[in-house]
Structures are given as C-alpha cells and as structure tokens.
C-alpha cells in the first residue's frame, strides 16, 4: 500500500495572502499563475479552488488585453 | 442607471508625462457634463508592454475610476479610441467604490 505523507496538500497562494477578489491589474500576483511561456497553470498546479482559478483566468486575460501579461509564447523555446 | 467604471488607457510613450493628466481631464468632461463623477485619476507611468503595439514597447498607463451612466462611459470609450496617441482602452465595471483596494 502506497504511504501518503501527511500534508501533501499545495498552497494556495490566494488564501495565504487572503485575496478575495482578484484584481486584473495586480500583475504582480498573476505572474505566479502564469508559466515562463506565459500560458495559465492548471489548477493540479495551483492548488485554486474553482471559483479563483475561474477569476484568476479571467484576470489573467484582461491583464493580457492590456499588454500587462504575455499571450502564451509560440512553439519551440 | 449609474454605476462605477474603471478605465485603463494606454498612451503613446512619446507624450510628455506631465501632460497625461491634463489630457486626460479634456476627455474626463464627458463624464462630468452627463451628470457623472470622476472619482480617482491614477498615473501609472511609462510601463514595457508585454508585446508591442502600434510598434510601441512602451505605454504610459493610467487608470480612472468613474461613476456615472453607461451611456457616458460608452461615449468616452468612443472619444477616446478616435485618439491616435491613445493606443489602448480598456472598461471595466466594478460592483464597488474601489479606493480601499488600492494599495
């Protein structure tokens, strides 16, 4: 039988700096969501609850419109 | 019905900063003269853009909360994007008064 170690459970980097509403301008917080080729993390990798992913996503995307935030990097790098 | 807007503008870098608000506040009369209120006017600054625009990599952003009627944030979205120096704008609704967010 495979052990589970106690807490396997990720951060949520949300929670921890008690955001409650994401804010589309605070790029800063939405780099940490964003991979180097600028593409959203899964929400396996960033521990969000659904609702928060969805907002994350959302903001992800308006930041982006704004030139705030990359459009994911083309293939090959 | 009035409501709280947030609109972001880009501004062609080669503007002079100082003169960002200024230009800013001609555009901002539309809001007052429809009856509605400017409630902040935040200057961001010269800023790298994350890809170009217009051939620009840079931007001088700003950020204004608005209280007032759709129909007034429609035309100043209009007025503003007949703006060849403005390279981008961006409206966004907000349920609150913001202030208290802002860092």
Redesign the interface.
Known sequence: MRERKPDRRKRNVLNERGVT?V???DTELLRTFISDRGKIRARRVTGLTPQQQKQVAAAIK?A????????PAARKG | MSRHYEVMVILEPSIDERKVESTLEEFLKVIRTAGGSVDNVDIWGRRRLAYEIKKHSEGIYAVVDITAEADAVKELERQLSLQEFILRTKTVRRETVPHAAKA
Do not use: H, I, Q, S
């Open positions: 509403r804010d589309w301008k308006n982006r419109e704004m030139a705030l935030l990359p459009y």
